[in-house]
Nanobody
């Protein structure tokens, strides 16, 4: 069974920062892109960012550009999501995803682009 182990969620005030981590097995880590998605109550799961684990290319949704950074530690098979200048609308369950499709433009940001999913970690941003 594929395991993606997420950590780093919690509560923070608006304007604050948090860092999420996601670790997995090497054979999963090397299987294309890894990414982060989020889902707020009553809303669809949406992409946040994705990174090409074979290189360094990353894609972001417009709402987080300039505030969030996805990075990786290849030696640890781990990806990170550094979230700065957090807003209440960033609240939700954040899911790590693996096995993402790589296109000519970089990693896909559709839910259907990814194969494996973590259990999710809650991020709550209060105003």
């Amino acid at each position: 069974q594929v395991q993606l182990v997420e950590s780093g969620g919690g509560s923070v005030q608006a304007g604050g920062s948090q860092r999420l981590s996601c670790s997995t097995a090497k054979y999963i880590y090397n299987r294309g892109c890894m990414g982060w998605f989020r889902q707020a109550p009553g809303k669809e799961r949406e992409a946040v960012a994705a990174i090409d684990t074979d290189g360094e290319g990353a894609n972001y949704v417009d709402s987080v550009k300039g505030r969030f950074t996805i990075s990786q530690d290849k030696a640890k098979n781990t990806v990170y999501l550094q979230m700065n200048s957090l807003k209440p609308e960033d609240s939700g369950v954040y899911y790590c995803a693996a096995g993402g499709t790589i296109y000519s433009r970089g990693c896909g940001l559709m839910r259907s682009d990814f194969i494996h999913w973590g259990q999710g970690t809650q991020v709550t941003v209060s105003s």
